[in-house]
């Protein structure tokens, strides 16, 4: 599936489908990876080393230093997949990959197709081209 | 400043700046008249990472820039409950900042202070809350900065020329229609943060418009309002009719087009919205009162001040107020805060009770009027949470218990 590259970089792992749009900042224990948002659906479930797939991005403008934090102390998501673009996930992978040259790809394109479990392969460019594929599903 | 020419800082600023940009499809750039900084408050290593190389690098802001809340109450240093060790690298970040010429404000409303920028001014804010106040009751115009790209932003005085810079990206998409209340439907603090909490959470990416919100008491109701929206969504810019100031009639908020969505909001969805808000019954000890999130404003103070006084809380449960430190200056200065301690009155500035640890109990209920101290606080700090009018959090601080007095 085509989809829009915001964040360069490649992926595969399983997928980690959330029903609700998730806030990084208060939603996110960098420690650990899991999701600690009171009201959010998936509380508890761990995101470190899955494909992160959501509607889009919510809450605090602080998320992108969350998401920088997570993926400095390699708790964060392999990749995120979202429908919608979110500048504020966005700049968080683009000074992770500055500071400590590690890449979590961020694309955006239709998630309907992508389940939890589903092994994702996503290759992202630097000039707005990314590749989204599901090669194994769950 | 891409080749080096303004420095090291700035080159790398700009970088990233670039990067975003064309991220966001921007075809440009802009200029900007003023930042507002939300990367002070520490998130990690990460956080003085960024910072230090910009330090290191001889960057200075190139436009009025004013700080977020940081981690640690600089006034009232003994308030925080982080370890020494926790504490340093909080202090040097937001020290950093102010090594690249950041004014030390530390507020999370600078829209009440002389950082407030006029009617279609081009900024670049973070802060979920000071985003969506700017845009929507002053009509400036900024994106959802956050950290990081804030920075770039106040290094270069440059914004990309997307989103709610452009006048096509801010007309209203979703309307909310508030039905089904009674013609004297009064502005209380409640119905806004509940409006607040149900465009949040239904608009997804559209800019709403609200159709049938009383008059506010005050802008701190619009703030609670757009604060609350910017935490159960990705609110970046409400319009109310006849009350927001691009939106004086439906036609202007909308651009002339018919809305994509309408959604009625009737009593119930406003009750149901506000009983989420709650994590335990009516009639719940508490262990502690939190109010100023966002930051309380001098109106709001000038309310509160007297009601304290009279509802004269004498069971030494704390109360929390959360402010800017200029603000708290100037009620020193007057004298307003006479005898306060006797009620328990906790005054905190330059940070807030909900992110970082403050809170002598954290094994209760708190009472707050605030929407998003309530959604983010269980979550943060694992308290219980109670959410009323500011009546009620008083009334509840003098009872030891959740009681509602306001009508």
Redesign the interface.
């Known amino acids: 599936m085509i989809a829009q590259s915001y964040a360069a970089g490649e992926a595969e792992a399983p997928a980690l489908v959330l029903s609700e749009a998730l806030s990084f900042w208060g939603g996110i224990d960098v420690e650990t990876g899991r999701i600690i948002d009171h009201s959010h659906p998936d509380r508890g479930t761990s995101v470190t080393g899955l494909i992160l797939v959501m509607p889009g991005g919510r809450g605090s403008s602080s998320s992108s230093s969350v998401l920088a934090e997570a993926i400095r102390r390699g708790t964060g998501p392999a990749a995120i997949v979202l429908s919608i673009p979110d500048p504020i996930l966005t700049i968080g992978a683009l000074v992770a990959q500055a500071l400590y040259g590690v890449r979590c790809p961020i694309v955006v394109c239709s998630i309907d197709t992508l389940a939890t479990g589903d092994r994702v392969r996503i290759h992202a460019d630097d000039t707005g081209s990314a590749q989204v594929d599901t090669i194994a599903p769950r | 400043m891409l080749n080096g020419e303004a420095g090291e800082a700035t080159r ?1 600023a700009m ?2 700046l670039a ?2 940009s ?3 499809g921007a075809p440009a750039l802009i200029d900007i008249t003023r930042a507002h900084i ?2 002070c ?1 520490y ?5 003085l ?2 910072v230090e ?1 910009l330090v290191a690098g001889g960057g200075r802001v190139r436009v009025p820039t004013s700080l977020n809340v940081g981690a640690i109450d600089l006034i009232h240093p003994e308030l925080s409950r982080l370890t020494p060790g926790e504490q340093a690298p909080a202090r040097r970040l937001m020290k950093a900042h102010e090594e690249l010429g950041c004014q030390p404000s530390f507020t999370c409303a600078p829209y009440q202070t002389e950082f407030r920028p006029s009617f279609g001014e081009q900024i670049a804010w ?3 809350n000071a ?1 969506v106040f700017a845009n929507s009751v002053i009509g400036a115009r900024t ?8 920075l770039c932003c106040a290094l270069t005085g440059r914004a990309p020329a997307w ?1 709610l810079h452009l006048d096509e990206n801010r007309h209203g998409r979703v309307l909310f229609r508030l039905a089904g209340f009674p013609a004297s439907l009064q502005p209380t603090d409640a119905l806004f943060v509940a409006v607040g909490l149900l465009i949040g959470s239904l608009s ?2 559209r800019v709403p418009v609200i159709e049938g919100l009383p008059a506010p008491r005050s802008e701190d109701q619009l703030k609670a309002l757009g604060a609350a929206a ?5 609110v970046a810019l409400f319009h109310a009719i006849g009350i927001t100031p691009e939106a004086p009639t439906l036609s202007d908020a909308l651009g002339g087009r018919a809305p994509e969505q309408t959604i009625e909001l009737g009593p119930e969805d406003i009750a149901r919205a506000l009983k ?1 808000l709650s994590t335990v019954p009516d009639g719940s000890p508490i262990t502690a009162v939190c109010l100023g999130t966002p930051h309380f404003s001098r109106a709001e103070w000038n309310r509160m001040l007297p009601l304290l006084r009279d509802i004269a809380p004498a069971r030494g449960i704390p109360i929390y107020v959360n402010t800017g430190r200029a603000t708290l200056q100037e009620l020193q200065d007057e004298g307003s805060l006479e005898g306060t301690k006797a009620f328990n009155l906790i005054t905190v500035t330059d940070t807030c009770t909900y992110l970082t640890p403050i809170l002598e109990r954290l094994d209760g209920t708190v009472m707050t009027n605030s929407g998003k101290w309530a ?2 606080a ?3 700090l694992g308290v219980q949470v109670a959410f009323g009018e500011l009546e009620d959090c008083l009334a509840s601080a003098a009872a030891g218990r959740v009681v509602r007095v306001a009508r």
């Open positions: 790398f970088q990233l990067s975003f064309r991220a966001v939300d990367g408050l998130h990690g290593q990460v956080s990472d960024f190389r973070g802060e979920s985003i994106n959802r900065y956050g950290d990081f790209i804030d989103g997804g990416e910017a935490s159960s969504g990705a989420r959604h983010y269980p979550g943060n």
